[in-house]
């Protein structure tokens, strides 16, 4: 016996009753944030490695540890994609963005690809929507993309409450960072093996420990946030009173740093609580030297991204708008089989949803079947001519086999 063949750990199939709902989230994604100025890219798959190590920092878990990095097969080292941000920066430089009117606003969807432990919600290959504003540092900036992800969220139905903070600019950072490294090194002995080994390198993942131990120094350590200059306190009030004028509400959490390098200012994340332990949906914040890290010119940005499966998991209801099916075409005699697929043709070009019988079944299968699918009409084409039946009322009635696509067309609502 041959051994069934599965899909790698920590990847998924999307099969077919579960497209739906995600073609949901796509298309009010493309409303929401269409509707707001912003306009799709598309990125590749697999980008320079380089790219990553610069922009999200080569001391993060995602550069050390989680991404899927191999030879192109010419000497070059290229890495799956393992977040959007700095793909779509490099093609703001590659492709002198910079030179349109400001700020540019974008937003993708696609597959990224992460090599981390799976668990609920969060898979090795998983999908993503964002949304990128360059070129401006106005903090209605951070508000807007802020309250377009509430939008989205509520209108997939998903429950997620709102954390917020500020990372400063990068010299408030670093001055910071000085003294939580000092801070670590004194309770050293307390922490995990883990944060003890790059508490040089990243000292403010320490706050995303899950370690007890270290969650207990954590809970003493100086906040970044109590650090933040005058410049850098009033972009912060200015964003939250903007999110306040809109009653969407908002909770300040200073330990919130994320877990990219390239974040100044804003950070948020929204959670919800049906994810468990890892309740991230979405999130982001600014990143105002990243496009300058890159090679393009000084230029401010701010954005976020929510995964597609953390999102639906998130939804109190899947949202399922299923296409209804407008006619099914059954025929009596298999020679009828030519005329069936004519007319299903001619009413899809019509504007309308149609299928026909294509399994061979017995004419009371083909009844059964256009009910399971939930057809509206059936068209039955026989030795008679063409028989029409309302599905709902079980009316039926003679057309003729010419009139059968203007028949449904008048039948169905304002037609």
């Known amino acids: 016996m041959s051994e069934r063949t599965q899909a790698p750990r920590g990847t998924f199939d999307v099969l077919p009753d579960e497209e739906p709902a995600r073609e949901a989230i796509v298309r009010e994604a493309q409303r929401i944030l269409g509707s707001a100025g912003y306009r799709r890219i598309e990125t590749p798959i697999f980008e320079a490695t380089e790219l990553f190590a610069r922009s999200v920092g080569e001391a993060t878990d995602i550069v050390r540890k989680e991404m899927y990095t191999f030879d192109d097969g010419g000497g070059r080292s290229v890495t799956l994609r393992p977040e959007g941000t700095a793909p779509v920066c490099r093609a703001y430089v590659e492709h002198g963005m910079h030179k349109l009117a400001q700020p540019v606003k974008l937003w993708y969807l696609g597959p990224f690809f992460r090599r981390e432990a799976p668990q609920k919600g969060r898979y090795r290959e998983f999908f993503q929507v964002g949304a990128e504003a360059l070129g401006s540092d106005d ?118 740093v994320r877990g990219l390098d390239y974040y100044t200012r804003t950070v948020f994340e929204f959670e919800s609580p049906e994810l468990g332990a890892q309740s991230g949906v979405g999130g982001g914040g600014r990143y105002d030297g990243l496009v300058e890290k890159l090679g393009g010119p000084p230029t401010p940005g701010c954005g976020w991204a929510a995964g597609i499966e953390r999102m639906l998991l998130a939804a109190a209801a899947q949202p399922t708008p299923v296409d209804g099916v407008d006619l099914f075409v059954a025929f009596a005699k298999p020679h009828y089989r030519r005329e069936a697929m004519r007319i299903a043709n001619e009413v899809r070009q ?13 004419l009371k299968g083909q009844l059964k079947q256009a009910d399971r699918i939930g057809a509206r009409y059936v068209a039955i084409l026989g030795d008679e001519g063409a028989q029409l039946k309302d599905m709902e009322s079980g009316e039926q009635h003679e057309v003729e086999v010419g009139a059968l696509p203007a028949a449904v067309l008048r039948q169905r609502p304002g037609g």
């Open 139 to 256: 903090p209605a900036v951070d508000a807007e993309l802020i309250l377009l992800l509430a939008d989205l969220l509520d209108a997939i139905g998903a429950s997620a409450r709102l954390r917020l903070s500020s990372l400063g600019t990068p010299d408030t950072r670093a001055a910071y960072r000085e003294r939580l490294t000092a801070y670590l090194r004194e309770h050293e002995d307390e922490l995990s093996p883990d944060v003890r080994e790059r508490i040089d390198l990243n000292p403010l993942r320490a706050f995303d420990a899950s370690d007890r131990g270290t969650q207990r120094v954590m809970a003493r350590a100086p906040r970044l946030f109590d650090a933040l200059n005058d410049d850098d306190r009033e972009h912060f009030e200015a964003v939250t009173a903007m999110l306040d004028d809109a009653d969407l509400r908002w909770e300040l959490d200073p330990s919130l």
């Open 350 to 362: 019509a504007g309308l949803h149609a299928q026909l019988e294509l399994a061979g079944r017995s």
